[in-house]
């Protein structure tokens, strides 16, 4: 993640926004929406601007709508990235904020949702959220992932999966280039046990799913496209 496209557009962060609640899930702060008799699960992890950021709250209620109980668990912290801070710029910052870490923590917040009768598990990360769920997708922790313009994921992540995986890639991405997701789609292709694609939007940029303008009609367009696709992946695995 060398990324200046990581910090593009960051959003104006509120901690009221969206239709759910926070809530303690795991012992991390967590925006929830959907009903908890609900017994599917979707967790959200956020790109580096965090769990408030608006239009990510927006896509869990979106998600909950269709019937999941979903969870946007505050892996920052309460530390989210904030490019104006000229004293901890984004390789500074990814230093205390390990996706690795993430990892573990996630794994409590399936476990908390799994004692509370959820039965399948699924999860999707935005940029550096996506790290999190490709080591989510090494064992039988979620029963679907989706990976959204990720970074920091290796051919070496890929070749690891055990969980079918859906990668949403944009055009422009110095992040995470077509090129490399050819590759991805190349692992996945000879890995007939584990069920997964790649698909690359025309004419978007790195983190077009979740830092959209809402006056823009075309990138509000093709975010709701690549919403559906991930919706349509954990229609297809969660049951």
């Known amino acids: 993640m060398s990324g200046a496209q990581c910090c593009d557009k960051p959003p104006t962060l509120s901690a009221a926004s969206g239709a759910g609640c926070v809530t303690q899930v795991a012992g991390l702060k967590s925006y929830v929406s959907g009903s908890p008799d609900f017994k599917l699960a979707i967790i959200l992890i956020s790109d580096v601007f965090g769990y408030e950021a608006p239009n990510l709250r927006k896509l869990a209620d979106k998600v909950a709508a269709a019937g999941y109980h979903v969870v946007v668990p505050d892996f920052l912290n309460g530390d989210p990235h904030d490019p104006k801070n000229a004293e901890k710029p984004l390789l500074e910052w990814i230093k205390s904020h390990?996706?690795?870490?993430?990892?573990?923590?996630?794994?409590?917040?399936?476990?908390?949702?799994?004692?509370?009768?959820?039965?399948?598990?699924?999860a999707a990360g935005f940029c550096w959220g996506a790290k999190v769920v490709v080591h989510l997708g090494k064992s039988d922790d979620i029963q679907a992932g989706v990976l959204l313009h990720p970074s920091l994921c290796t051919i070496d992540d890929i070749?690891?999966?055990?969980?079918?995986?859906?990668?949403?890639?944009?055009?422009?991405?110095?992040?995470?280039?077509?090129?490399?997701?050819?590759?991805?789609?190349?692992?996945l292709s000879s890995k007939p046990e584990v069920d997964g694609y790649v698909?690359?939007?025309?004419?978007?940029?790195?983190?077009?799913?979740?830092r959209y303008n809402?006056?823009?009609?075309?990138?509000?367009k093709a975010a709701e496209e690549a919403h559906k696709d991930m919706l349509d992946w954990f229609?297809?695995?969660?049951h």
């Open 214 to 220: 809402m006056e823009d009609e075309n990138a509000v």
């Open 159 to 187: 070749k690891e999966l055990k969980t079918p995986i859906a990668v949403l890639g944009a055009e422009i991405d110095h992040i995470s280039p077509p090129a490399l997701l050819k590759q991805f789609e190349e692992i």
């Open 98 to 122: 390990s996706p690795e870490h993430a990892v573990e923590d996630a794994k409590s917040v399936i476990a908390a949702l799994k004692s509370q009768g959820i039965t399948a598990v699924g």
């Open 199 to 210: 698909k690359i939007f025309p004419g978007v940029a790195h983190g077009w799913t979740v």
């Open 235 to 238: 229609t297809k695995y969660l």
